[in-house]
């Protein structure tokens, strides 16, 4: 592999992909299956089903020992023979109606825990802190949400319900065959614990397999959702190939993962094959013996052979259920990793509403950084009164886009404050701060659905009229009227179907629909053509009327009517005025317009 695919690996392995070194965790486990303690209800029917059938699977031996004894062995009696089959075959419609029943139940109440389990991981990550998704993929957790949660279905469906029934059988069986002859029940069951210390060595092997599945698919997933992400980047540098070859490398370690995982899972099949197979030898040869000395009858060694027969089955599955549960573990750990994740950013307990707000906005002495020892923001301060259009410039890097992410709240500084109105953002709720708060960025995003309910995100409740009236003030409504279907036109997810500055369009019709004390507008221009900005820029002179707005954009000619222009450098305010004075005073900012006009002009 050259050295671009060993950098794309690289970019690929994430701290979150690591495999879990810790010891199998009961704890755990029950706390997976707490998720099933909603529906004690519907456990009591299925639970009761699972003991019937396991009491009539149990009976069925015993029955065919009376018929042996009782009527073959006795000169051949054909009433008592009809009358053991009637009963067998009661036995046998009582299990298959109990184990109907049982998999009726175990199934809606399984479906029902993962569709719990999926909704509380996706609740949860949507209330994670930036930093959280700053340090993660979009496909790596997106797998958490599904594969992972997927491959429980099997323990909640069929696995913990088996896992009972099974011990429940097993339990059975051992008392029986101790009760009817203690010395050839302990002989035949001899070889058990040598079983379980045989495969007691691949539990953790096969458990770290497994984990190391997931993370392959994971970091499958994650390639996949940047290659499509980045198709036309892909194709207009023409390394489709190169693409595929790191795509193939990844499959193929996926592939080996997986083999290598399954290998070892199939281990445990021929450890249970031939256990059993040594018990079965020791129960003929012992209970031939005990057949000669009178001990047992033919009957009752039958009965054996049927009860052994039913021994290793459950054994068996126990086995592959601790395989399962393995599996299971390896995927709850990932899942629980998420859900124990705090967000960086949580509400205070005296967290209180903002509402009806002015608009009056302060930062003070900020200090903020990514990464620990690289501040992006060096003791900011800044007074924003109610009303004021705020241009922030500077070059790229220079602190603009952080500063608004501190407004916003997505993430908190290391040092100072951030106020609205008097008011630390940090104690007042997330929900009712971000709601006083409109912003449109430069990437917009649009989700699939209609124009409407795009435009609509805005505010949901907003009314039909309301959202064409947002259209025309940001002059959107035009292009959406030639539109196939006009404001009911179904796009895709980020809008394909849409040019880039109609795109922004909508994005702005969406940020003043929900009518916030605050605009924030992020390059929120940069994409739309010179005539459709000289438009929105008379609508702004109404729209912003009233309200605080923080303007970011590189196109300077766009911000030279704000009241007041924050020049950034490096993490710093280097100067601040409006238009007029910062041109008189021919520093920082005189210079990038000289550079802009220089540009424009060559």
């Not at 060694?301 to 549960?325: C, E, H, T």
């Amino acid at each position: 592999m050259n050295e671009a695919a060993e950098a794309q690996r690289q970019r690929f392995k994430y701290q979150d992909d690591d495999i879990i070194e810790k010891p199998f965790n009961w704890k755990q486990v029950i706390r997976l299956l707490s998720y099933m303690k909603p529906y004690q209800k519907q456990l009591i029917p299925m639970i009761g089903m699972m003991l019937l059938g396991t009491m009539t699977r149990l009976a069925a031996p015993a029955v065919i020992i009376l018929a042996i004894d009782d009527a073959i062995d006795n000169g051949g009696n054909k009433g008592k023979l009809l009358m053991f089959g009637g009963i067998l075959l009661v036995l046998y419609i009582i299990q298959w109606v109990a184990n109907a029943i049982r998999i009726k139940y175990t199934n809606i109440i399984g479906q029902k825990v993962i569709y719990d389990l999926r909704q509380q991981l996706f609740e949860h990550i949507q209330k994670l802190s930036f930093r959280f998704f700053d340090k993660r993929p979009a496909g790596s957790v997106l797998v958490r949400v599904t594969n992972d949660v997927n491959s429980l279905q099997d323990l909640f469906t069929n696995g913990v319900v088996n896992l009972l029934m099974d011990c429940v059988q097993l339990i059975g069986i051992a008392l029986i065959l101790l009760i009817w002859n203690f010395q050839l029940g302990i002989a035949v069951m001899i070889t058990v614990p040598l079983m379980f210390i045989v495969s007691g060595t691949l539990r953790k092997r096969i458990r770290f397999a497994w984990q190391d599945v997931r993370i392959k698919q994971s970091r499958i997933n994650s390639h996949l959702n940047e290659a499509i992400q980045g198709i036309k980047v892909t194709q207009a540098y023409v390394q489709e190939k190169e693409n595929y070859k790191f795509f193939d490398h990844m499959n193929t370690i996926n592939k080996k993962s997986w083999d290598r995982a399954s290998a070892l899972n199939q281990m445990f099949g021929p450890i249970i094959e031939v256990t059993a197979a040594i018990g079965t030898l020791i129960l003929f040869w012992y209970g031939s013996h005990l057949i000669q000395t009178d001990v047992i009858t033919i009957g009752l060694l039958v009965g054996f052979a049927n009860y052994i027969g039913n021994f290793w089955d459950p054994i068996n599955r126990l086995g592959q259920m601790y395989n399962q549960l393995l599996v299971a573990m390896a995927s709850s750990e990932r899942i629980f990793e998420f859900i124990d994740e705090k967000p960086t950013v949580e509400e205070s307990g005296r967290a209180r509403m903002l509402t009806g707000i002015k608009g009056d906005v302060n930062f003070d002495n900020i200090v903020f950084e990514y990464e620990k020892g690289r501040p992006a923001l060096k003791g900011i301060s800044l007074d924003v009164k109610a009303g004021q259009s705020i241009a922030l410039v500077g070059h790229t890097g220079s602190g603009k886009s952080t500063m608004i992410n501190l407004l916003c709240r997505f993430y908190d500084p290391v040092e100072g404050n951030v106020r609205i109105d008097g008011l630390d953002i940090r104690d007042v709720t997330i929900e009712s701060l971000r709601s006083q708060v409109g912003i449109v960025l430069q990437d917009t995003f649009i989700f699939s659905g209609t124009i409407r309910d795009n435009i609509r995100f805005g505010r949901l409740n907003a009314t039909g009229d309301e959202v064409e009236m947002a259209a025309r003030a940001v002059h959107a409504h035009d292009f959406i009227m030639t539109l196939p279907d006009g404001y009911d036109t179904e796009v895709q997810e980020r809008g394909n179907v849409l040019s880039m500055g109609q795109r922004q369009l909508l994005s702005f019709a969406r940020a003043l629909l929900a009518d916030p004390a605050i605009l924030i507008l992020d390059e929120a221009t940069a994409s739309i053509d010179t005539e459709t900005e000289l438009k929105i820029q008379e609508a702004l002179k109404t729209l912003l009327a009233g309200r605080t707005s923080f303007i970011i954009a590189h196109r300077l000619s766009t911000i030279r009517h704000a009241d007041n222009i924050v020049v950034m450098d490096h993490g710093h305010i280097v100067e601040q005025g409006n238009h007029d004075e910062l041109m008189r005073h021919g520093g920082t900012y005189y210079g990038l317009i000289e550079a802009q006009y220089r540009f424009l002009s060559a």
